[in-house]
C-alpha cells in the first residue's frame, strides 16, 4: 500500500511538473543572474542554460554580454544555439562593436548557425589585416553555403594572404559538399570541377577530384580510369579508393 501511493505522488508531482511553466520560471531567474553582480562562473552557468532554455525574451541581456571577455564567450555561445532570429541579429550587431578573438569567435558562431543575412558582413571581413579574422570569415562562409557565399569565396581566391587564400578554397569545398549533399548534383559537379581545373594546392585539388566524381556519375568512370592512367600519384590513390568504397559496376567494368 505504502509503495502504490508513493507511486500515485510520484505520478502527480511529475504531472504538475509537466503542466506548469517551468521554462518561463526559469529563464527570469537566468535573466535576473546575468543582470547581477554575479560573478564570471554563475554568469556562464546561465548562459548555458539559456542556450538550451532561452527564448527570445533572453537576447537583449546576453546581447549586452557579447563584448565582455570571458562571459561573453558563455554569452556568443548561448546565441548561437537560439533558433530565433534576434539571436543572429545580436550576433550581426555585435561585429562593429568587438576586436580581435571575441571578434573572431562571433564570427564562427554566425557560421554554425549558417547565417546568410551574415553574408555582407563577412564579405567584407575577408580583406582585413588582421589575417585570422579573415580565414574566420572564409571559413564561415563555407558553413553558410548559398550562392551569396559562393560568389563571395570566388572573389576572393586570389587573396594575397597564404592563410586566407587556403581558408578560401576549403570553405569553398565546403560549399560544393553542402550542395552535395543537398542532392543538387549538377551545382556541387560544377563547384568541384572548377576548383580542380584552377591552380590551386594539390590535397585541394585531389579534394576537388573526388567530389567531382561523386557528383557527375555520368563523367564518373571516365574520371576514374584517366587518373588510374596517369602519373599524379594522388588522383591514383583517390581513384582506387573510389573503386573500393563504391563498388559501382560501371566503374569496375571501366
Known amino acids: 500500500m505504502k509503495i502504490h501511493l508513493f507511486k500515485c505522488s510520484l ?23 546575468l543582470e547581477s553582480s554575479a560573478g564570471v562562473p554563475a554568469k556562464c552557468a546561465a548562459c548555458q ?73 563577412l564579405a567584407s571581413l575577408l580583406s582585413d589585416q588582421d589575417s585570422m579574422l579573415a580565414a574566420a570569415s572564409a571559413s564561415a562562409l563555407g558553413r553558410i553555403a548559398g550562392p551569396g557565399a559562393v560568389t563571395v569565396l570566388n572573389g576572393a ?23 552535395l549533399f543537398a542532392g543538387d548534383m549538377s551545382e556541387a559537379a560544377s563547384l568541384y570541377r ?23 556519375p555520368d563523367q564518373g568512370a571516365r574520371l576514374i580510369v584517366q587518373a588510374l592512367k596517369g602519373t599524379d600519384e594522388s588522383l591514383h590513390q583517390a581513384a582506387l579508393k573510389l573503386v573500393r568504397e563504391g563498388k559501382d559496376a560501371q566503374v569496375v567494368h571501366a
Open 157 to 179: 581566391r586570389q587573396n594575397a594572404d597564404a592563410q586566407v587564400r587556403q581558408a578560401v578554397l576549403e570553405a569553398l569545398l565546403h560549399c560544393a559538399e553542402a550542395r
Open 11 to 33: 505520478m502527480i508531482g511529475l504531472t504538475v511538473l509537466i503542466l506548469t511553466p517551468v521554462q518561463a520560471v526559469e529563464e527570469s531567474d537566468l535573466i535576473a543572474i
Open 49 to 121: 542554460q539559456l542556450r538550451i532554455h532561452g527564448t527570445a525574451q533572453s537576447v537583449p541581456i546576453l546581447a549586452t554580454l557579447l563584448a565582455e571577455k570571458r562571459a561573453g564567450h558563455a554569452a556568443r555561445y548561448a546565441l548561437e544555439g537560439m533558433p530565433y532570429a534576434e539571436a543572429g541579429a545580436a550576433l550581426r550587431d555585435a561585429l562593429s562593436k568587438t576586436s580581435g578573438l571575441t571578434k573572431a569567435g562571433l564570427v564562427d558562431s554566425l557560421g554554425w548557425r549558417r547565417d546568410r543575412a551574415a553574408v555582407p558582413l
Open 194 to 216: 572548377d576548383l580542380f581545373q584552377a591552380q590551386v594546392p594539390q590535397m585541394i585539388r585531389t579534394a576537388a577530384w573526388r567530389g567531382w566524381a561523386l557528383a557527375d
